[in-house]
């Protein structure tokens, strides 16, 4: 058993687990990171794409940001269409001229991989059977196999970093956390699709045949959503049919979606989910270990880089001067802005999405409300401050 030890044991090489890294070694703190995937299987995986500009402004921080300023389109609004006809929300004019970057998380992750690996800072991928011990009265370590053989991470601090099924939430007590869910009767299947996007904005379109999303990743791929039904199976779905569909849902008289091969596709559940606290002892939960919203309102990634930055923080001001203040307050202070987002992201898909049972009183309150976003300022600021990312909540 080879024995090793670190100030931060980081569980999980998403954005959350490689921008905490990132943030800490700048700050002179050290850690290990472990992922249970090949390097190529995270950096290959499609996640989301729209960065609230607090986010870039992290990023940037952190010294990762030099291609996302190079390739990253900067958007300073989104279009909403119902009823036949597409609204603009004007969201840097509605902001104090905020607004937000389309850039890949695949991107963002490619990106962490490779500053980490350049500093020589440890990170490793294919571990198997993390092991969390001790993360109550510690000192914690956390034990797991690489490369066939076993070891043993002695650490103060163990962050859990690991996504939606990771094994750090499930090391903490049951009796001291709480769940909070909600489950949608929709689905998302997702294209990437090898065509120029064929509008300048997203476009977020209600429909009688059910919501649809255009979206990017570059000048040269399209990003594109179906709402669907949750069981719903791919197989019943041939490129033929999703153009069809996205089509009839994104069209206009006189405007019509620019086809490409489809390079990727998938079926995306829709949950809202909340675990608190985000903290037990000497573990920390960030990102979608703890939280996950619906993708409506694209906050899954910002709130988990707004996670880490308040974690960064804690460790650094703990590390240097043994203050546990900020981070006996960690929790609490993610909290407020998780549950913002939880609150917007459940609003936007409660909006836009057709109802499963049809019911026709909810359609009417949906176009109500985003006809009252397209003709008051008040209700689209509203929108437009949520989706760029409030500077306090
Ligand atoms: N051991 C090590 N690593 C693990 C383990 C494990 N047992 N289980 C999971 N992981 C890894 C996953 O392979 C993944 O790379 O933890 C990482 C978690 O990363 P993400 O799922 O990307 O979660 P997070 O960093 O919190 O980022 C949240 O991702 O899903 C999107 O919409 C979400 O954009 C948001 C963002
Ligand atoms: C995406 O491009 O993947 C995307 C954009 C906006 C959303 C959700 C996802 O609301």
Not at 48 to 55: I, M
Not at 280 to 308: E, F, M, Q, R, S
């Amino acid at each position: 058993m080879a024995r090793l030890r670190t100030q931060v044991a980081i569980i999980g090489a998403g954005p959350a687990g490689l921008t905490l890294a990132r943030l800490l070694e700048r700050q002179g703190v050290d850690s290990v990171v472990l992922e249970d995937r090949s390097r190529e299987y995270v950096e290959q995986r499609i996640r989301a794409g729209v960065l609230e500009q607090g986010s870039v402004e992290l990023l940037a921080e952190a010294g990762v940001a030099a291609r996302l300023q190079r390739e990253g389109l900067v958007h300073s609004g989104i279009e909403l269409q119902f009823d036949n006809h597409r609204f603009r929300v004007a969201l840097s004019d509605l902001t104090g001229g905020r607004s937000i970057v389309i850039y890949g998380q695949t991107e963002i992750v490619k990106d962490l991989i490779a500053a980490r690996v350049a500093s020589g800072a440890p990170i490793l991928f294919e571990v198997e059977d993390v092991v969390l011990k001790d993360i109550g009265p510690g000192p914690p370590s956390v034990s797991f196999r690489h490369a066939g053989e076993e070891h043993e991470l002695r650490c103060e601090i163990v962050a859990g970093c690991d996504g939606s099924h990771g094994p750090c939430r499930a090391s903490v007590p049951a009796s001291t956390l709480r769940s909070y869910s909600r489950e949608y009767p929709y689905a998302w299947l997702g294209i990437l699709a090898a065509v120029a996007p064929s509008n300048e904005e997203l476009i977020y379109s209600h429909h009688r045949s059910g919501f649809a999303l255009a979206s990017m990743r570059s000048p040269a791929l399209s990003r594109l959503y179906l709402q669907c039904r949750p069981e719903e199976d791919i197989a019943n779905w041939p490129d033929s049919r999703i153009w069809e569909q996205l089509q009839l849902r994104l069209g206009l008289p006189g405007w019509q979606l620019k086809e490409g091969p489809v390079l990727e596709k998938g079926i995306t559940p829709m949950r809202s989910l909340v675990y608190e606290p985000m903290q037990y002892g000497h573990l920390y939960l960030a990102g979608d270990a703890c939280h996950i919203v619906p993708p409506t309102g694209a906050k899954g990634l910002n709130l988990a880089l707004h996670d880490v930055r308040l974690l960064a923080e804690a460790l650094t001001e703990f590390f240097a001067n043994g203050a546990t203040s900020l981070l006996e307050d960690y929790s609490e202070r993610c909290l407020r802005r998780v549950w913002r987002a939880e609150h917007f992201s459940w609003w936007m898909t409660s909006m836009l999405h057709r109802p499963d049972d049809g019911n026709e009183f909810e359609v009417k309150l949906q176009l109500a409300q985003l006809r009252y976003i397209s003709t008051s300022r008040a209700a689209a600021t509203t929108l437009a401050e949520n989706y760029v990312g409030l500077a306090k909540v």
